[in-house]
């Protein structure tokens, strides 16, 4: 029962253009959003998150739109970098009391072409 | 720099073994989590600790056990290792409302 979803496994760009990695949830409960970048050997890095009473939230060229009625969330990057090019994931979370408690997605792979 | 530190880095088990990681939480945070990575797969959540106390599970064995200490510093320990328990453990730290941050995780090999 997976209740976070990134269905495409990967995702390639050229340099200088838009990045859009998708994710879709099941839990209406989900209150929290938060996507991370991960680097081969090492761990997840945070880049950006949105509370469920927002509908978009931005820093510099990351972009999270959330969806409520269709339980979607997408992180937009713009301009792409080859340095953006990881997996990328995204995560849920229900409940204050479950500040450290996610459910990831399978991950996104990332590749952005000079 | 996530100031969360996990050791050791990478280490390699027998099958039925036991092992011990360990994870230095960052300052202020009083809640650590851990997660377990396969290959091609998502961080999966197995509990988390606040103020020493275990407070939520995920769908992992009772073999599966940890502690939180005093200074915020925890550990995960696995008892009877199988193959399957092969992966990259996270750990990863938190306060109330905040982001969650991560450490660089510790490779296990179970053979």
């Known amino acids: 029962d997976q209740q976070v979803k990134q269905n495409s496994p990967s995702l390639s760009v050229q340099e200088g253009r838009i990045s859009i990695l998708n994710c879709d949830y099941t839990?209406?409960?989900?209150?929290?959003f938060l996507w991370y970048k991960k680097y081969p050997a090492e761990g997840p890095t945070f880049l950006i998150s949105?509370?469920?009473?927002?509908d978009k939230n931005e820093d510099g060229r990351f972009t999270v739109f959330l969806n409520k009625s269709a339980k979607h969330l997408s992180l937009h990057i713009v301009p792409s970098q080859p340095g953006d090019s990881a997996v990328y994931f995204c995560a849920a979370r229900h409940g204050s009391s479950n500040t450290g408690k996610l459910i990831f997605g399978q991950g996104t792979t990332l590749q952005v072409k000079p | 720099e996530t100031g969360v530190t996990q050791s050791p880095t990478h280490l390699i088990k027998t099958r039925g073994q036991q092992v011990t990681l360990r994870c230095s939480s960052q300052s202020g945070h009083n809640t650590v989590s851990w997660y377990q990575q396969a290959l091609g797969q998502g961080p999966q959540f197995i509990f988390q600790?606040?103020?020493?106390?275990?407070?939520g599970r995920g769908n992992f064995p009772p073999r599966f056990s940890g502690l939180q200490f005093p200074n915020y510093s925890s550990e995960l320990n696995v008892n009877a290792l199988e193959l399957d328990d092969s992966a990259l453990y996270l750990c990863a730290s938190s306060s109330e409302g905040n982001t969650i941050y991560f450490g660089e995780g510790s490779w296990l090999t179970v053979v």
């Open positions: 600790y606040y103020r020493e106390e275990e407070n």
């Open positions: 949105i509370s469920s009473i927002k």
């Open positions: 839990n209406s409960m989900f209150d929290y």
